[in-house]
């Protein structure tokens, strides 16, 4: 099984910059796509950027322009550079893997990491 740790979240102001890292640790054969998804309470979790092998990317139409997700193949790591954060940006964020392992395809989750922008 593969484990997804995020790190990096905090409390930043409005207009300022944060990163979060996502280790993965654990045995996989194909990697389908890695992504960032943030919920706040209440509502719905919901995909803030994905990346796939082939190196496309997609991004929520709220974080255009502002959010960068990136990977390092080699450490397993996912990355998401967020610029210009906005009030609305507060959630937990968390990083998710579509990856395959003895033929099976699995999710995996990390524990989410809180990012809080105040204004």
């Known amino acids: 099984q593969v484990r997804l740790v995020e790190s990096g979240g905090g409390v930043v102001q409005a207009g300022e910059s944060l990163s979060l890292s996502c280790a993965a640790s654990g045995s996989f054969s194909v990697i389908n796509a890695m992504g960032w998804y943030r919920q706040v309470p209440g509502k719905q979790r919901e995909l803030v950027a994905s990346t796939t092998t082939s190196d496309s990317t997609n991004y929520a139409d709220s974080v255009k322009g502002r959010f960068t997700i990136s990977r390092e193949n080699a450490r397993h790591t996912l990355y998401l550079q967020m610029t210009s954060l906005k009030p609305e940006d507060t959630a937990v964020y968390y990083c998710?893997?579509?990856?395959?392992?003895?033929?099976?395809?699995?999710?995996?989750w990390g524990q989410g990491t809180q990012v809080t922008v105040s204004s």
């Open positions: 998710n893997w579509d990856y395959v392992r003895f033929g099976k395809r699995l999710g995996a």
